[in-house]
Nanobody
Framework: QVQLVESGGGLVQAGGSLRLSCTASGRTSSSYAMGWFRQAPGKEREFVAA????????YYSDSVKGGFTISRDNAKNTVYLQIDSLKPEGTALYYCNAADNSAFVRRGFGSWGQGTQVTVSS
């Protein structure tokens, strides 16, 4: 089991940027894919982005293409989500996910963190 802790959220004005981080601990000796989801108030949790263990392949939801960049540093057991040109509709609780492969991540399988809040003011 992998434990995940997200950080980097906050209050930002529209047009601003944030970099979210998610650090894994526990069973980190095995390879695993990681990704990000978000849940806006009154809405279901939705997939945002995923990245393979090697970082060679990345996947993005059609709703967030452009302005979102996922990356990882395996030496730090950390995945990042760079969000640029933030919009008020980007306000949500952003969750990290880790699973055996990117297909599982995109389906929301595997381990979850507690989330980090991103609030975008207009």
């Amino acid at each position: 089991q992998v434990q995940l802790v997200e950080s980097g959220g906050g209050l930002v004005q529209a047009g601003g940027s944030l970099r979210l981080s998610c650090t894994a601990s526990g069973r980190t000796s095995s390879s695993y894919a990681m990704g990000w989801f978000r849940q806006a108030p009154g809405k279901e949790r939705e997939f945002v982005a995923a990245i393979t263990w090697s970082g060679a392949s990345t996947y993005y939801s059609d709703s967030v293409k452009g302005g979102f960049t996922i990356s990882r540093d395996n030496a730090k057991n950390t995945v990042y989500l760079q969000i640029d040109s933030l919009k008020p509709e980007g306000t949500a609780l952003y969750y990290c996910n880790a699973a055996d492969n990117s297909a599982f991540v995109r389906r929301g399988f595997g381990s979850w963190g507690q989330g980090t809040q991103v609030t975008v003011s207009s």
